[in-house]
């Protein structure tokens, strides 16, 4: 599903949303931090107001290792000596269905979203809202 900016959306899911809480810039308020939290029930209205273009998605540290090792090997594997490729090839076989995974998901879009009862949804992921 793709939003666009002006769509009328509401939440697919309960959300919770938890941390440090600050002061947006140029609020009076002080700047400490204060621990909060925040529930959102699925169903809550709103509006698009932006959607940020498409980017991958966070790669976990086996994507990542998979990436260099088939960087190694295809850019060293002629040159390494048969039992080192072998074991190359093994380590980049074994972190491959990571990697397949990684890459069926595709990019994901952020969107921001003005929510009626006032609060702002800013860098969420798309598909946590659905078309109203």
Known sequence: MTLQEGQRVTLAA???LAGTVVTAEGSPAGEDPVA???SL???TGGT???VDAPREREQSHGVREYVRLKALMDDFGHQMPPASRRQLEEQVASL???????????PRVTVRVRLD???VLDDAFADLFAPA
């Open 14 to 16: 309960d959300l919770r």
């Open 36 to 38: 909060g939290s925040l």
């Open 41 to 43: 029930a699925s169903g």
């Open 48 to 50: 698009v107001e932006r």
């Open 96 to 106: 491959e269905p990571e990697w397949t995974a990684h890459r069926e998901h595709g």
């Open 117 to 119: 009862n006032g609060f």
